[in-house]
């Protein structure tokens, strides 16, 4: 068994769309549309299923904006130097809420940042061939 996606409601797809691609740098994987149910969809990630799990955007007609009430924590996203990534995605318009640095407690290294419609992720620093503590 493996997760193979991971869907947000989002209130502007396109919005959506670009903070994904053009911030965080994944690609847009595919879009679906569903006049006749008032919706649509699109998948990003930094590959595709099944090798990758993917991120489910979703856009209702005529929704702006949800309430994400208190059960959601955030979406985990590996990266080389969280420093580095959170200077990207400030040069890119986007909104860190915490700055990088150690996690309370411990050594590695983290930052949060926003998505547009309010979404938390984290930025873990992970060195290449070190994912998850396990040296590949």
Known sequence: MRILHTMLRVG??????????????MKLLRTSDNPEY????AFVGYGSNPDHAELELT????????????????LAIAVEDVYQACSDVKAQGGNVTREAGPVK???????????????KIELIERKPGHWGGVTL
């Open 12 to 25: 502007d797809l396109q919005r959506s769309i670009d903070f994904y691609t053009k911030v965080l740098g």
């Open 38 to 41: 008032k919706y649509t969809l």
């Open 59 to 74: 856009y209702n007609y005529g929704v702006s904006s949800y309430d994400h009430g208190t059960a959601f924590g955030h």
């Open 105 to 119: 407690g411990g050594t590695t290294v983290i930052a949060f940042v926003q998505d547009p419609d309010g979404y």
